[in-house]
């Protein structure tokens, strides 16, 4: 877990912006996947909108597993969580 601010090296992974519940949990509100995280989270469009709904760090899961592994992790945990700043459709 890191703060929104932190400035990452440019590897590929998953990365949820989340804030922490009054009991101390975790709260996905945005999930998504990158080839590189240093690029792709600077300036990001959707921080503003984690931010406004309560977002204070980002978790990192950096993966070199591939595209198609980054992409099947992003989709499992949208499906779980149900972030409230990924765009929701029917499965």
């Avoid at 932190?6 to 990365?15: H, I, K, Q, R, S």
């Avoid at 949820?16 to 469009?45: F, N």
């Avoid at 959707?46 to 950096?62: C, M, N, P, R, S």
């Avoid at 992409?71 to 969580?81: G, N, R, S, V, Y």
């Amino acid at each position: 877990m890191y703060e929104l601010d932190t400035e990452f090296p440019p590897l590929p992974g998953n990365y949820i912006y989340c804030k922490q519940s009054e009991e101390g949990q975790w709260v996905p509100l945005y999930v998504a996947q990158t080839r590189d995280m240093h690029q792709r989270l600077e300036g990001h469009e959707k921080l503003q909108d984690a931010i406004e709904h309560g977002a204070t760090h980002i978790h990192v899961h950096f993966s070199a597993a591939g595209q198609a592994a980054r992409c099947t992790e992003e989709h499992d945990l949208i499906t779980l969580w149900r972030p409230v700043c990924n765009e929701q459709t029917e499965s």
